[in-house]
């Protein structure tokens, strides 16, 4: 399923995932996280994170992206 919790600390960031893709799963909106710490975390090292829900768990705190 998709990952959302309403009192995730979306101010206290402490580790960094990459944002692979998004898509939508029984109607809600989510981004495709590659976390850092191997496949035996979430779903093969990946979680479904619900997307345009205020920032959940602060996603798009400390975004970025290589300019070329």
């Known amino acids: 399923g998709v990952y959302y919790d309403q009192n995730c ?3 206290n960031i ?3 995932v990459l ?3 998004y898509g939508t799963q029984k109607g809600t909106k989510h ?3 590659k976390n850092s ?3 035996e975390w979430g779903s093969k090292g990946y979680v479904l994170l619900a997307r ?3 920032n959940a768990c602060g996603i798009a705190n400390l975004a970025s992206f290589p300019k070329m």
Request: net charge negative.
């Open 37 to 39: 710490w191997g496949e």
């Open 9 to 11: 600390n979306a101010e």
């Open 31 to 33: 981004w495709i996280i």
């Open 19 to 21: 944002a692979v893709g």
């Open 14 to 16: 402490n580790h960094a």
């Open 52 to 54: 345009n829900m205020d």
